[in-house]
């Protein structure tokens, strides 16, 4: 629990969790398993996460110069976003807040970034 407010990736990554599963459970099925599609989509956003060069400073990814995710997984983690968003002051207010103020922090430049193409790679 102290990790979360410690930790800017796990707080990133515990956030994107719970938004995919709650997506996964109010859109495609009642279930607590994820589906296919969206245990790909978590893997896949976790990976970008892990792999982010910005890392510690990694800004909230709609705000993101780079955008490493391939086209059809940003439109799948947008989805997910609109949908869940909003619904993560009821089921998950604390990382809900967080993710506000996480979202609203300047973003610190780089300087040894690696392109979008390297990043997308990985
Ligand atoms: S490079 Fe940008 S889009 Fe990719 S994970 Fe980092 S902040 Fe998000
Ligand atoms: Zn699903």
Redesign the pocket.
Known sequence: MLRLFTSRLYREKVTITEMIKLYCRKVHNDSKELCDECSELLAYALK??EY???SID????NQ?P????KKDMREKVKRVMRFSGPKMLIYHPILALMHLLDRNRKMKVTSNLKSPKE?QSN
Do not use: D
């Open positions: 970008r996460i982010c060069p910005f990694k800004p909230a990814c993101c780079i955008h490493c995710y990043v």
